[in-house]
Each structure stands twice: as structure tokens, then as C-alpha cells.
């Protein structure tokens, strides 16, 4: 077969055509390598402390040098913090830090000081990473980056901090805590500041030294390497028995004008048994969950446990919450329905006059919860009943410091919630967008439509786990015609006769605050002969139960099943409900 000389000559210009493209990006990719390399010549190094404690601020030193022959344009330097590490001056949030260091020229050497400090995390390993990037002359937009890591290892904090509470107290003596502070560091310490945060129940009555301003901050000026210092804190405690309060200092260092945190240290210590014990027992039973309109049966205990006989002895109890019904109060006590308190003392409980060692009685009163919950805003839920007692005396045992010898208690009861459900049955119903057929008033063997609805009402209490539920009656069939204004609607299972309506959670005051849950279906229901001459009933009684998420019971309520009488129907007249021949 003979060459076509055209296509020939068209293969050879290709083919040269091919050979010079390749021969130009080889030229091109040399010239990138070439300066690529050239750019690489940043060296680069963070030095800085192997170990450091804790609030001692230190320096990380950053040295560069463009070993390169050209410049290295628009660089950058990047530090990558580790948690707990602060640039001093910057948010302790910040975990970059960055700062241009414009163009690097041939043969730069350069070094960068950052000061930082650590705030927390003793006896670990930092990671620190540092970047520097730059783009490189001849090189368009293309950037290169250099990166070294440093380790640091935190030790303790540079400034100790003890706390030394008594184990227990007795309610109402007075106590010393001491804190005690020491620079371990060779660091020398100024603007430093020490906060003690108290308890809700302590009452402060003097320190030494005296605090700044406030009751509770101590300002340590200047605190040289292995100087220290004590500071101690007078005050009460008035608390149950057993109960335990915490106290927690902090330790605080002021740089650059932010503050930041350098130790702490938290102690504990429990109210022990009183000489005076008190109790409080609500209706026999412990863990006791009230309802409204319940009877309240309260015994209040005391023993005199002093080992001496104490005179004069007073007891209250003061009735906190708003559903305590005060109409319906019972006792012997002197009761302030100012303060909700009432009193026993040698006038109306004569044995109060002395209480020999070992002495024990009781006092009892009688009270009921409301019958409604006061609800007139979203927030009104999760009410509580509260009984605080306190019985003391002016004899106080030779061996406490205390003013007056006293003993505390109290009983806090939720009040469980109320869930309520509505069954309405219509048959105009023209507002649900339900459309019923059939007869009115009813007849024997020909079908009519109703629409039922359900409304849920919920109190007091979150809710979940909600169920209702209800069986339609003989000759009553489901037309699965439904909807709701929640996420779920009814279900209907055709062999049992029954509706289900399944909620996860409903919160308090729906229904109460605003309108109801509620779901309407349709439903048919057919006459026998039977019941001419007598209303045909359609569904019966509907139960709903649901979990109380506050009081932690189960709620369940019903209401009664409804027949063709409708009740709720305005536009019918009852006495047509009755199923005609």
C-alpha cells in the first residue's frame, strides 16, 4: 500500500511539535525545582525552658535564617499553643498566635522572643509548634512552610497553696480555716491576688490579715522566691447535720493587664451532730412525694444529746411554698402567718423548759396541700414544700464556743404534677376540616359520623413517656380519618378496638399557658336494635399515664367514655341523640 505524502508530512510536523512542548515544560519544571530548592533555605530553630512551673511566665525563642539565594516574600510566623498555655496578654481562649514578619532577604537572621505562661496541668508534657510560611521570589502565589516542635515539661505551681479546714464543726460554733502560701519559684511575684469563695451558710467574722475591700480577697503585693505567708479566716456555719460545705480558693496573677489563674485549692469539712438534734417526718414515710389537695401529717423530733440538762429550750419550724394551704393548719404551736412560722417553747410545750441529758419528744401539726396549682406564667412548674426546724437554747455545754446551743433541720417534698385529658365527641364539626356523614338523630342499621377529640393538659411538671388510650364501643369502627397539633397522632388496631396516642415529652403549663395538645379522628358507628330508643355509646372511658420528670412518679387521669348524648355538641340537641328505628 502506497504512503499518503500529505498525511506524512502532517505526522512529521506533529511529531517535532510534540518534542519542543516537552522540551519547554522540562525547562519550566527545572526552573520551579531550581528556585523551589532555593527557597528551601530557611532554617529555622525554637529553643526555650525544659521544665517550668505553673504561673511563671518564660520565654520560647524562634531563630531563622534565610541560607537561601532569594528572598523570601510576605512571611509569617505561627505558633501553635497546647491547652492550657497562654501568650502573655492574649485571651487564654487563643490557641494561635501569628505575626508578620514581612520579606526575609538573602542571608537574614532574625529572632523572635514570645513570652507565654502555664496556667494549669501540672506534671505534663506541652507541645509547642511553630511555623514560619513564605512565598518565594519568581515562584508566583506558590507558599512553602518551615515547622519545629518543643516540648516543655510543667511542673507544679510556682507559688504552693494549702487549705486546712477543721474536719466537722457543729452548726453555729465558730472555726478558723487557714491558707497557706509559698513562692517555690525563683521567680519574684507582684500583683498576685488570693479569692476564697464561701459557702451560702458561712458567716465571716474576721481574718488575719484583713482582707482588701471585700471579706473574701487578699491582695499579696510583692511575694519574693521562698517567701510566705498565712492567712486565717473566723466565721459559722449554720447547716443540717452531716451536711457537707465546700470552700475554694484561688489564686490569681496580673499580667499585661489580664488576669490569669496560678493555683487553687478547694477544701471541705461536715456539720457534725448537733448536742441538740432535731428532725423533721412528713406522714410516715421517707422520700415522700405530696398531691395536691393531700393531708399533711408533719412530727418534728428533738434529743438532747449535750450531756447536760439545757433550759429555756425553743423550737420553729417556718412552712415555705406556695401551695401550702394555711386555712387548713392544725397545732398547738404560736403561729406568725407573717412569717409562715410556728413556735413551741415552755408556754405551750412545758417539757421545752428543761431538757435534762438525754432528754427526747416531739411536736406534730397538721396541714393540707391545695387543690390547684397557682400557674399563670410558662415558668410557674416544679413546686416544693419546704419544713425548716430549729431548736436551741441559751445554756450552752462547757466544751463548745458557741453562743447558744442550737440544732438544725430540714424536709424539702415535691409536689407531684397533674396531667388531664378531654374526650369530646361531635357531630357538625365543620372547624376540625372533618366532614361527618349519616343520620341525626341516629337509626337503627345506618351508619353515622362522628369526630372525636382529644385534649391533653398538662400542669406543673415535665412530662414523658405519655400514653392515651381507649377502646371504641360495639358497632363503633375507625374511618382513619386523623391529625393532631403534635408530632404524633392516634393509632387504631382494628383487632383489639383500641386507640393509642404516643408522646415522647410534654412541658408544664400546656394547655394551662396557651392551647392543648390535642388530636381528633373520625369515627362511624352503626345502631343495633338493641339500643333503639336509648343513646348508643361510641367510645369509652380514655386513660392517659405519663412519667413525672420532676417528682420522678407516674401521673394517670381519665375521663369518662361519651355516647351519642354529645355534651359537647352546642349545635344539637341532646334529646335527638337517641338512636331512632
Known amino acids: 500500500m502506497s504512503s499518503n505524502p500529505f498525511f506524512a508530512k502532517w505526522t512529521r510536523r506533529f511529531f517535532w511539535l510534540a518534542i519542543a512542548a516537552l522540551i519547554i515544560t522540562l525547562i519550566g519544571s527545572g526552573f520551579f525545582i ?18 517550668v512551673n505553673i504561673g511563671v511566665p518564660f520565654e520560647l525563642i524562634v531563630d531563622f535564617n534565610n541560607q537561601s539565594k532569594s528572598v523570601l516574600k510576605n512571611a509569617r510566623l505561627s505558633l501553635s499553643l497546647p491547652d492550657g498555655a497562654v501568650m ?38 506541652k507541645r509547642f509548634t511553630a511555623y514560619i510560611s513564605h512565598g518565594a521570589s519568581g515562584i508566583g502565589q506558590a507558599r512553602f512552610e518551615e515547622r519545629r516542635d518543643f516540648d516543655l515539661r510543667v511542673k507544679e505551681s510556682g507559688v504552693s497553696l494549702d487549705m486546712t479546714p477543721p474536719d466537722q464543726v457543729l452548726s453555729g460554733e465558730k472555726f478558723d480555716i487557714k ?6 519559684s525563683l521567680e519574684n511575684f507582684s500583683g498576685l491576688e488570693l479569692q476564697l469563695d464561701y459557702p451560702a451558710s458561712f458567716a465571716f467574722e474576721s481574718a488575719n490579715p484583713k482582707p482588701a475591700g471585700a471579706n473574701n480577697v487578699w491582695e499579696l503585693k510583692n511575694l519574693a522566691p521562698d517567701s510566705a505567708g498565712d492567712i486565717i479566716i473566723s466565721g459559722r456555719l449554720i447547716g443540717q447535720e452531716k451536711s457537707v460545705f465546700n470552700f475554694n480558693a ?6 499585661a493587664g489580664r488576669r490569669y489563674l496560678m493555683n487553687q485549692k478547694s477544701g471541705s ?3 457534725a451532730p448537733s448536742p441538740l438534734g432535731i428532725s423533721v417526718f412528713l406522714n410516715e414515710q421517707e422520700n415522700y412525694v405530696a398531691q395536691l389537695g393531700g393531708q399533711l401529717v408533719y412530727v418534728v423530733s428533738y434529743q438532747n444529746n449535750s450531756g447536760v440538762g439545757l433550759a429555756d429550750a425553743v423550737m420553729k419550724v417556718k412552712l415555705t411554698g406556695e401551695l401550702f394551704d394555711f386555712n387548713t393548719l392544725q397545732s398547738n404551736a404560736n403561729f406568725n402567718s407573717t412569717t409562715n412560722t410556728l413556735t413551741w417553747n415552755a408556754s405551750n410545750m412545758p417539757e421545752l423548759r428543761v431538757l435534762s441529758a438525754g432528754d427526747t419528744g416531739l411536736a406534730t401539726f397538721q396541714i393540707r396541700v391545695k387543690d390547684q396549682f397557682p400557674i399563670k406564667r410558662l415558668g410557674d412548674k416544679n413546686y416544693h414544700l419546704k419544713a425548716e426546724a430549729v431548736i436551741d437554747s441559751p445554756t450552752v455545754p462547757y466544751y463548745l464556743s458557741a453562743g447558744k446551743t442550737t440544732g438544725l433541720a430540714e424536709l424539702d417534698v415535691k409536689v407531684a404534677g397533674l396531667i388531664k385529658i378531654e ?25 353515622t359520623q362522628y369526630t372525636v377529640h382529644w385534649l391533653i393538659s398538662n400542669y406543673a411538671t415535665d412530662v414523658r413517656n405519655v400514653e392515651v388510650r381507649a377502646f371504641l364501643e360495639s358497632g363503633v369502627s375507625w374511618t382513619a380519618q386523623v391529625k393532631s397539633n403534635n408530632g404524633s397522632s392516634p ?20 394547655g394551662i399557658v396557651g392551647q392543648p395538645l390535642e388530636a381528633v379522628f373520625q369515627i ?16 369509652k372511658e380514655t386513660s392517659i399515664t405519663a412519667f413525672d420528670k420532676f417528682s420522678e412518679t407516674r401521673l394517670q387521669n381519665q375521663a369518662v367514655g361519651v355516647s351519642s348524648f354529645l355534651p359537647d355538641d352546642l349545635t344539637v340537641s341532646q334529646a335527638k341523640g337517641i338512636v331512632g328505628q
Do not use: C, H
Not at 524 to 539: D, H, K, V
Open 34 to 51: 531550581f528556585q523551589y530548592l532555593q527557597s528551601r533555605g530557611l532554617t529555622m530553630e525554637v529553643t526555650g525552658p525544659a521544665e
Open 88 to 125: 502573655l496578654g492574649a485571651s487564654e481562649n487563643q490557641r494561635i498566635y501569628g505575626e508578620d514578619l514581612g520579606d526575609i532577604g538573602v542571608g537574614s537572621l532574625a529572632r523572635k522572643s514570645l513570652r507565654l505562661v502555664i496556667i494549669r496541668d501540672e506534671n505534663t508534657l
Open 179 to 184: 491558707i497557706s502560701y509559698r513562692n517555690i
Open 250 to 255: 484561688k489564686l490569681t496573677m496580673n499580667v
Open 269 to 271: 469539712l461536715a456539720v
Open 423 to 447: 374526650t369530646k365527641v361531635y357531630f357538625r364539626d365543620a372547624a376540625s376540616g372533618l366532614l361527618n356523614r349519616g343520620p341525626w338523630p341516629p337509626r337503627v342499621n345506618q351508619p
Open 491 to 510: 393509632v387504631y388496631n382494628d383487632r383489639t378496638q383500641e386507640i393509642v396516642w404516643l408522646i415522647n415529652e410534654i412541658p408544664a403549663t400546656k
Open 524 to 539: 362511624e358507628a352503626m345502631p343495633n336494635i338493641a339500643q333503639a330508643g336509648n343513646y348508643q355509646p361510641l367510645i
